[in-house]
């Protein structure tokens, strides 16, 4: 039976506008005898939805613990899926099943088709289906070390529960964007089905015609690590991600203004997660439903964690300039003499650099630099071999600048040779460390001497590595000496052993 919309094309051509069956027929590549049938039919039969069905009596309790398992199933890989035989064991082993294996593998495969056509009908765009999110950036003041920045910060919003998450970040670099997805995956305990966004430079290298993009080879990597499916909005299309953006305006206004303070991203990033946990307390805008109780929808919708986290980082091959100097976006950072004019490997995250030689060996790690205030980041260590073979150049470094007090004094009163040994010291104490320790060894060598050689300070230095510390003189009140009885000189004391012998001629 041809469908309605066919069946009154047909009439209306025919009927209303009086074209011949021949030409319709042609037209909808139909048979002629079948367009006369239709054109001329008084009364359009009704085809009956439902056919009589032989209840299946041995499979009808069980169906509903298949689903439950499928439903389960399609949120893992598929080889952590069970498989039809097994879901016949268990319904044996646990359910008393009394069925065929053939009649349960029948109804698992069509249930999973359905159930997979109807998962994938439920998430259309722009509907507020459970398990859907959305992405965007915001931008809010922030007081860091007494000054006002402005800092982005990436929001992860549910549009059917109306909850979110949303972490801080220095910059919205591919690094950042993709660290906070993974973050509030892991907070999640999973992963959303599917993610909407808009065309953001760190998903997006450029936009193609017919809705395709060209994606970054980072985020494609990332979508097949976690698994979900994305969509992007059309461009200057804003209202298509709805939802994210009311989010995004309500987050400012309720969390973030006046600027908030803070230290370091980490602390920050566990108080953003507090606040939207707490914020989930409140009631749904329309639904009259608590936020958390519509949320447990979303989160049964998730798809499974992966094993592993995805490591947010990319890599640069590049070369260092004659002061052993590479540059990441308009940022110069150290290396050591050694690789000056030579290829280095940058692993980049969104707060560390780290440099390797070609051998893939470590050379130095990094703080990554945001913002203008800071164009270049040095660290020493490397360097310090080099200077030692010219200590007179210290005090014209910005080394010198970083040294303690205590330090620059202690270097000020060495001759050429001890501050050569100091400098080398300082270039092996400050390979895996900062300058806490080498400041302590310093502290507790001078106590004992009244300019301790590079030497003593390496001694000390190594004692608190260790957890000892340095070795006290016992005081003399402690010591406990036995003392010997006094020894006579001459022969009386010979002559009396002797008379008590007997005695005898002398």
């Not at 064991?89 to 009394?98: I, R, S």
């Not at 591919?174 to 065309?199: K, W, Y």
Request: charged residues 25%; proline residues 5%.
């Amino acid at each position: 039976m041809l469908a309605m919309a066919e069946i009154n094309y047909i009439r209306y051509e025919t009927n209303t506008k009086g074209k011949s069956y021949s030409s319709v027929a042609k037209q909808m590549n139909r048979d002629r005898r079948t367009i006369k049938k239709y054109a001329e039919q008084d009364e359009v039969q009704i085809q009956q939805p439902f056919k009589q069905k032989r209840k299946a009596r041995v499979m009808d309790p069980v169906k509903p613990i298949i689903d439950q398992w499928i439903r389960e199933d399609m949120k893992k890989k598929k080889k952590f899926q069970r498989t039809a035989k097994r879901m016949y064991d268990l319904l044996v082993e646990q359910h008393q099943f009394t069925g065929s294996d053939r009649s349960v593998r029948a109804y698992v495969a069509k249930r999973r088709q359905e159930l997979l056509e109807e998962n994938q009908a439920a998430y259309l765009p722009l509907e507020s289906r459970a398990g859907t999110a959305q992405v965007d950036f915001g931008e809010a003041p922030f007081l860091y070390e007494g000054k006002e920045v402005v800092r982005p910060y990436l929001v992860l919003s549910f549009p059917y529960s109306n909850s979110f998450l949303f972490q801080v970040f220095p910059s919205q670099n591919r690094e950042c964007f993709l660290q906070g997805l993974a973050n509030m995956f892991s907070e999640l305990q999973g992963v959303p089905h599917t993610i909407r966004f808009d065309n953001l430079s760190p998903a997006v290298k450029k936009v193609l015609p017919h809705g395709e993009r060209e994606l970054t080879d980072e985020f494609q990597r990332f979508v097949s690590h976690y698994g979900f499916q994305y969509e992007f909005c059309n461009p200057n299309s804003g209202h298509e991600k709805g939802h994210v953006e009311s989010m995004v305006k309500y987050i400012r206004n309720n969390y973030l203004l006046p600027a908030v303070s803070y230290h370091d991203f980490q602390s920050l990033h566990e108080l953003t997660i507090q606040w939207s946990i707490e914020n989930r307390q409140r009631e749904h805008y329309e639904k009259n439903l608590p936020i958390a109780e519509l949320y447990l929808a979303d989160q049964e919708k998730f798809l499974q964690l992966p094993g592993k986290p995805f490591e947010c980082v990319r890599f640069l091959s590049l070369k260092a300039d004659k002061y052993g100097f590479i540059q990441i976006e308009q940022k110069k950072y150290s290396t050591s003499p050694r690789y000056a004019r030579q290829v280095v490997i940058a692993k980049i995250s969104y707060d560390h650099i780290i440099l390797f030689n070609e051998e893939q060996v470590e050379i130095v790690k990094h703080k990554r630099l945001y913002g203008d205030e800071e164009m270049k980041s040095m660290n020493w260590q490397p360097y310090l071999h080099m200077m030692a073979k010219r200590p007179n150049a210290l005090k014209y470094s910005s080394f010198y600048d970083e040294l303690s007090e205590k330090w620059k004094n202690y270097l000020q009163d060495c001759t050429i040779s001890e501050k050569k040994a100091a400098l080398s010291l300082l270039s092996n104490l400050l390979k895996e460390r900062d300058f806490t320790l080498a400041d302590q060894a310093l502290d507790v060598a001078s106590a004992h001497g009244h300019h301790p050689t590079a030497a003593a300070i390496e001694q000390v230095f190594y004692q608190l590595v260790n957890g000892r510390g340095i070795r006290e003189t016992l005081p003399n009140s402690h010591l406990s000496v036995t003392i010997p009885p006094s020894a006579e000189r001459g022969l009386d004391h010979y002559d009396q052993l002797f008379a008590i012998q007997g005695g005898g001629t002398k």
